[in-house]
């Protein structure tokens, strides 16, 4: 049963009691209830089945897992704070594997343990979530440079483990910037730790390079350290309605791309903001009702300014410009929070449509714009009545694509969705990763030589295939 722990064999049960011997008892969970929400990812497209959960607090019992995991032929699925959308962080279906599956939920790994401020760095377990780490990072005058949606939950493990990219990505880069130094337990059960701080130290291969992005698929990453950037004196969020998607992208490219301050400007379209509107009682954005919409409806920048002087007059003038609808703007926190909830509640508001289909995607800048202006009609004749709901990082020329109709399993959509993007020379997913979701499409954007290259490093350095086994490998 999807969900259930199946400790149905005599092999399972000593698997069990192992896990248990080395972990304690209170460490290893096989209630049924309890492990459906480690065994269900957050869209409820991807449901699997483990025969155990286990919630290792030190490296060391990170390290027993994995040896009773090699010793029993298991699989083992890391999870940080289970919000990945890709399917890569619960098990793979029950009968799927030939294996039993262990999750290692790592939110046991949860101090913070340095905030150094000369350094600007901050080094803590893997299962510390953003927000924490954000907060503890606030206390001494920084922040992380990084933030996404889901920051309550999402772990830096888990953040490191996919490469995760967010919001301020324009300004700071993603997870594989952000982060200076890694712990991790390998597949033998041998640490890697190179979290030293130096801010050079040119001395072969970084461990941080190759786990960083790998999904959990060649180490179990239980230390994160990342670099801090000091918390600006002023910070100013700006919502601006458009009349069309290409007017948005005009913007864009010409007075906001030349702020120096600009830390965020992420796009979203008419029928998303009407819908997280509706969904959550939220007054209609400023712009809704304004002008005349042009083709494909308005569009809206979210954009976020900060430094050490006051950006509002700068952010004001770049968006002064007869394409706009109307401004909202706002400085204080709880001002900034509301202009944000347009569009950081989009994914909650599409999950409350039904299952999404989820495609991350990415394209140069200059494409963005075509590619957006073709996904309806694409959607549209291979999910005919299907509900298209886009929006996305704009400045990185990553849209996220959410359809809202086909049945989970039929994936119709998603090849086209994608097929259109390879052709324009775009990336099937911009910063979700592939996990098990985009294995089919591995091949339209990446070579046999780039697909063999993973192949050897995971041969190497999991010869078992413990680690993740599905995620990251090309469909057959
Ligand atoms: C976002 O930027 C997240 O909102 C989630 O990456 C995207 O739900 C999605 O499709
Ligand atoms: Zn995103």
């Not at 790592?106 to 907060?135: H, I, K, Y």
């Not at 041998?190 to 130096?198: F, N």
């Not at 909202?328 to 001002?335: E, L, P, T």
Request: charged share 20%; aromatic share 4%; glycine share 12%.
């Amino acid at each position: 049963v999807a969900g259930t722990a199946r400790a149905s064999s005599g092999a399972d049960r000593q698997l069990l009691s192992d896990l248990e011997d080395a972990l304690g008892r209170r460490r290893v969970l096989t209630d049924p209830e309890v492990c459906a929400g480690y065994t269900r990812d957050w869209t409820g497209r991807y449901v699997g089945s483990a025969a155990a959960v286990v919630r290792p607090e030190r490296v060391e019992q990170v390290q027993a897992v994995v040896e009773v995991a090699a010793r029993h032929g298991a699989a083992l699925i890391c999870q940080g704070g289970n919000t990945g959308l890709v399917g890569g962080s619960v098990p793979r279906p029950a009968g799927a594997l030939d294996q039993p599956q262990i999750v290692c939920g790592m939110s046991g790994m949860c101090a913070v343990e340095d905030v150094d401020p000369a350094g600007r760095l901050l080094c803590a377990g893997a299962g510390v979530t953003l927000s924490a780490a954000q907060a503890a990072a606030g206390r001494a005058g920084f922040h992380l440079g990084i933030d996404l949606s889901s920051r309550g939950s999402a772990t830096l493990g888990g953040m490191a483990a996919t490469n995760a990219g967010g919001m301020q990505m324009l300004r700071f880069g993603g997870m594989r910037a952000r982060v200076a130094g890694i712990e991790a337990v390998l597949a033998d059960g041998s640490i890697v730790s190179r979290l030293s701080g130096l801010a050079k130290d040119n001395v072969g291969w970084d461990p941080a390079a190759l786990f960083v992005g790998s999904e959990g698929t060649l180490a179990v990453i239980t230390r994160v350290m990342v670099r801090l950037e000091p918390l600006p004196a002023h910070r100013v969020t700006a919502l601006v309605a458009l009349a069309s998607v290409d007017a948005a992208l005009e913007l864009l490219a010409g007075p906001v791309a030349a702020l120096p301050s600009l830390e965020a400007a992420e796009l979203t379209l008419e029928d998303g903001m009407r819908l997280v509107a509706g969904e959550f009682d939220l007054p209609p954005p400023v712009g809704l009702e304004s002008g005349a919409a042009g083709r494909g409806g308005r569009a809206w920048l979210t954009l976020e300014a900060a430094g050490p002087y006051d950006p509002t007059a700068e952010l004001a003038a770049a968006v002064d410009h007869p394409f706009v609808l109307g401004a909202a703007v706002a400085s204080d926190a709880n001002g900034r929070a509301r202009l944000w909830a347009y569009r950081e509640r989009h994914t909650e508001a599409v999950s409350r449509l039904g299952v999404p289909h989820k495609l991350d995607v990415s394209v140069t800048r200059s494409r963005l714009g075509e590619l957006v202006g073709l996904l309806p009609e694409r959607v549209a004749a291979a999910a005919p009545g299907a509900r298209l709901v886009m929006w996305g990082h704009a400045a990185d020329g990553n849209v996220h694509v959410n359809v809202v109709g086909p049945p989970p399993d039929d994936d119709g959509v998603d090849d086209a969705v994608l097929r259109l993007v390879a052709e324009l020379g775009g990336s099937i997913s911009a910063e979700h990763g592939v996990g098990v979701a985009r294995r089919r499409w591995l091949r339209l954007v990446r070579s046999e030589g780039d697909l063999q290259l993973m192949a050897r490093v995971k041969a190497a350095l999991d010869p078992g295939g413990m680690l993740n086994p599905g995620v990251l490998e090309p469909l057959p």
